[in-house]
């Protein structure tokens, strides 16, 4: 081989190892660059997955609130009215003497507001026997307004009287308290000078 033959094949060889040293130094960065932006790219997609995500929560939880304001819409219909509870005590006397029991006291005690509610509460005392009683209460219970019946003290009577069990409870009406209504919105365009203000600009 002679000496021009090796020259050549020598420059060759440091050609390509220049070229390569060179297109490698020149790509390094672009890689650098490619593997920022798919890091990146990976990082939006789990954004847009968590956005489907919470989307998807979103409307079935809207679902849920749907249901639970009917729901609740329902339960509004079942609590007495501020009419239906001064009712009440008629109502129970009529039970009463449809049980066969009989109601010995009366009285009317203070309301008890609650957030959603009030209760109105009425002490009551009866003559009657155990099994009546239970009958009685079960009718109580089965109005068609949410009645309760709480508080039940059974005394028994001595000796062999008609009735043979004092009891006293106390029976409450529910009354659901609307929410107050919302404030109106605030005027548009600024507020509007009082008139006196007015009269002293013009003057």
């Known amino acids: 081989m002679n000496s021009q033959l090796q020259k050549q094949i020598l420059i060759g060889g440091l050609a390509g190892i220049l070229i390569t040293v060179l297109t490698w130094v020149f790509l390094g960065g672009k ?10 790219i990976e990082a939006l997609q ?16 809207k679902i849920e609130v749907t249901q ?34 009989e109601q010995v006291s009366f009285t009317v005690e203070g309301a008890v507001k609650k957030e959603y509610y009030t209760e109105y509460p009425f002490a009551f005392g009866f003559k009657a026997g155990y099994h009546t009683f239970g009958q009685f209460a079960s ?8 009645i309760n019946v ?10 062999k009287p008609i009735w043979p069990a004092s009891i006293t409870c106390r029976i409450s009406a529910f009354v659901y308290n609307p929410a107050p209504p919302k404030p109106p919105p605030p005027p548009s365009g600024g507020a509007v000078a009082p008139a006196g203000k007015k009269a002293e600009a013009g003057d």
């Open 31 to 40: 890689r650098d660059e490619l593997v920022a932006l798919k890091a990146s």
């Open 46 to 61: 789990k954004e847009v997955d968590k956005g489907y995500q919470l989307k998807a929560n979103y409307e079935k939880l």
């Open 68 to 101: 639970q304001e009917k729901l609740i819409e329902e339960l509004i219909k079942l609590m007495p009215t501020e009419a239906d509870k001064g009712e009440i005590p008629y109502r129970i006397k009529k039970l009463a003497d449809l049980a066969g029991i």
């Open 139 to 146: 009718q109580i219970s089965g109005n068609e307004k949410i």
């Open 150 to 159: 709480s508080e039940i003290q059974m005394k028994r009577e001595p000796g």
